[in-house]
């Protein structure tokens, strides 16, 4: 739909300004303090660029806001406002657990909730556009940005882009608690080559579209209001200059026809890819793939008029970005009044904005082991240690504007709610004698949040030693031990996994941290999260999900040889995704199907019961995976269809309608098919407990 105001714009526009609109600045050329996630480019930037550009990331804050966009304003020929971008991954002041955390609660209402929260913040500080959720699937455990992904299933994915975009953008009356969000990284950043950072991607197109389109589409389709490329190539090409990726996939075959943003630097970077020789090259390929904003690398700046000039960008071209751009700005309201929702005394960390933080946070703790039902403990005389016990530093990467005096440590809270908890320090090695009068001892460890997030990749994800060899002298000490990771990955604990009575994987739950650990540890609590991402027996064994394929020589053949396996390791990773116990005993029973074939016209509907044996009631995570057993396709032994979260007290009846389209696989050209034949259907309430049903694809 034509806006007649932006059209009008765009006439007035010089050729220089609309080449402003796409460029987009850091804050450091504002003379401010804010986020710097890049490499500092040269600074080849004229004052006269400053003034006509279009967007800027990293500044935060009402005052500052205020001052950089009036100043901004009257200094544009036309007084078209500035467009501020920022990273609220998982919350803004107040901080919700890191992506694959939340992933782990598997209740995407959770992410609505709190990227909710997250708008309300962030608006009222400044913030127009966040660069979240990253839809980018999680592959590899050494890449440090598996904490800012969801989950390694694309279907869950799905649902998780849906609810942060939704949360983001949703808006009531008074519109003052949305963000526009801006998804990322187009396309298949998860997939670096080893789990190193940035390094170069390389998968069939029919991966790129099984496994890793479906969650950015799910993003575009909620309504993302931008889409930002990956540093990585696909098909021997920077995503950023891939017209094949961005024209026909992003642009034609998704539709998305709303602004595209380059990833910090990304377009200067086809450089150093040695796809461009100089800037020149560098913006033709990436405004002619699309890409509207040059982040950060001073190169639309330089050469996007040059571009224009000599007819190797059409002035079409160049107005369409821009009015893309605009239009962006048009629907924030930044025309009718850009300080609007500004508000230098917005509630921050509400009562509210806190009981959602829990809740999350307890939801997406996982409790992977509990022998002889050590936990919910039962006295109070045990002691907590290890090297994070008294950390603040529980909120995860990409929690720029969450403060760590807003965390309380384990070691504090514990102890402020039962003093006679023992807190004994690590510093140097570990005394056992300063656990004499403990049975139970908690050990908090894992790594710290620097250890994971942007560029942060690792080639051992081991628990570190001091911390396997402080867990065995406890054991060997006669100590019961209690281990709570906390990290941004799955980190490899078979070391201690002997040693141990019950292991909790705690990822980096935020703000309320510590008040869900001691709730769950005390069962005040009962656990219900399900890990969201496959732990490894060993590092060797990466890249590893619980989406296997059979091969052509599956070890389930039971030969002894020449079947596909290790002759040092299990196939199985040691904790698989899905897989979460809780304080309850929980199974599920009487399954049935309302028929053996399925086809267009005819859906099955799988009925069941969940019983609870115990008295706690517990939150129950149903999951149906299909195994289809022959497709034209290879397609993995397990794929989740169908994911739901509930409250189980003593029984709960389930009534799921499965549809031939929910069966379907995509091929290469994104399109869903499935052949007819038999289907096998897993359902279960933990991944590694499911009970078996057939149905006949016709
Ligand atoms: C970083 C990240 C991207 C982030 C952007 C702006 O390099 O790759 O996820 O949104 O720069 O901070």
């Not at 953008?169 to 080559?193: L, P, R, T």
């Not at 008295?615 to 290879?634: A, G, H, P």
């Amino acid at each position: 739909m034509c806006n007649v105001f932006i059209e009008d714009l765009i006439k007035e526009m010089t050729l220089e300004e609309k080449v402003g609109q796409c460029v987009q600045l850091s804050a450091d050329y504002y003379e401010v303090s804010g986020e710097i996630t890049g490499p500092k480019s040269t600074s080849n930037v004229s004052l006269e660029d400053i003034k006509n550009t279009g967007s800027v990331l990293g500044i935060f804050g009402a005052e500052e806001y205020k001052n950089i966009q009036s100043m901004h304003i009257k200094n544009h020929r036309l007084n078209i406002p500035l467009l501020f971008m920022a990273d609220i991954v998982h919350g803004c002041n107040t901080i919700f657990p890191v992506p694959i955390g939340l992933g782990s609660s598997f209740n995407p209402k959770l992410a609505y909730e709190s990227s909710r929260v997250a708008a309300l913040e962030g608006r009222q500080q400044g913030i127009h556009v966040t660069f979240a959720p990253m839809l980018d699937l999680a592959v590899d455990p050494r890449w440090g940005r598996n904490m800012e992904a969801t989950s390694e299933d694309p279907y869950l994915n799905t649902l998780f882009a849906k609810a942060y975009v939704e949360g983001f953008q949703d808006s009531d009356d008074n519109q003052k608690e949305s963000m526009a969000s801006c998804i990322k990284h187009f396309a298949a950043y998860g997939m670096v080559k080893a789990g190193r950072e940035y390094n170069t991607v390389d998968l069939s197109k029919r991966m790129l579209m099984s496994d890793h389109i479906p969650s950015y589409k799910a993003g575009i389709d909620a309504g993302a209001s931008m889409v930002m490329t990956a540093f990585n190539t696909y098909d021997s090409i920077p995503c950023t200059g891939n017209k094949y990726l961005m024209n026909t996939l992003l642009r034609d075959k998704l539709g998305f026809d709303k602004t595209v943003i380059s990833d910090w630097g990304a377009v200067k970077e086809l450089i150093n890819h040695q796809v461009a020789s100089d800037d020149y090259m560098a913006t033709v390929k990436s405004f002619n793939a699309t890409c509207d904003i040059d982040m950060m690398a001073n190169s639309y700046n330089l050469e996007l008029l040059n571009a224009v000039n000599n007819g190797d960008v059409s002035l079409q071209q160049l107005d369409d970005a821009v009015r893309r751009i605009l239009t962006l700005k048009y629907d924030l309201g930044l025309f009718d009044d850009p300080y609007k929702f500004i508000n230098p005394d917005c509630d921050l960390l509400s009562k509210k904005s806190l009981e959602i933080a829990k809740q999350a946070s307890d939801e997406s703790i996982v409790l992977l082991k509990n022998n002889n039902n050590i936990l919910p403990i039962k006295t109070d005389n045990y002691a907590i240690t290890g090297p994070m016990a008294d950390s603040s530093d529980l909120m995860g990467p990409w929690s720029w504007h969450g403060k760590q005096e807003d965390v309380v440590s384990n070691a504090k809270y514990f102890r402020e709610e039962n003093p006679k908890i023992n807190y004994v320090s690590t510093n140097g090695v570990l005394n056992t004698m300063h656990f004499k009068n403990n049975d139970i001892v908690i050990y908090i460890g894992g790594e710290n949040s620097y250890e994971s997030g942007e560029s942060n990749s690792k080639t051992n994800i081991n628990l570190e030693a001091s911390q396997v060899n402080n867990i065995k002298t406890l054991f060997e000490a006669g100590k019961k031990v209690v281990y709570v990771n906390y990290s941004g990955r799955p980190l490899v604990l078979t070391d201690i996994e002997p040693y141990t009575e019950a292991i909790i994987q705690a990822w980096f739950p935020g703000t309320m941290a510590s008040a869900s650990l001691y709730d769950i540890i005390t069962g005040k609590v009962n656990p219900s999260g399900k890990l969201s991402m496959s732990f490894p027996r060993n590092i060797g064994q990466c890249p590893l999900s619980y989406r296997e394929y059979q091969t052509g020589r599956p070890k389930e053949l039971g030969l002894d040889d020449y079947v596909s396996k290790y002759i040092d390791s299990e196939n199985t990773p040691l904790y698989q995704f899905g897989q979460g116990l809780s304080y309850s005993d929980c199974n599920v029973k009487e399954v049935e199907l309302s028929s053996n074939v399925i086809t267009d016209d005819v859906d099955v509907k799988i009925t069941g019961v969940i019983e609870n044996n115990s008295d706690l009631i517990s939150k129950e995570v149903l999951q149906v995976y299909l195994n289809d057993k022959c497709s034209d396709l290879i397609r993995p032994l397990k794929e989740l269809i169908y994911v739901d979260k509930f409250e189980v007290e003593n029984t709960k009846e389930f009534n799921i309608t499965i549809t031939k389209d929910m069966l379907k696989y995509i091929d290469s050209e994104f399109n869903k098919t499935i052949e007819d034949g038999e289907v096998e259907l897993f359902i279960g309430i933990d991944s590694t407990i499911l009970i078996s049903k057939t149905i006949e694809v016709r």
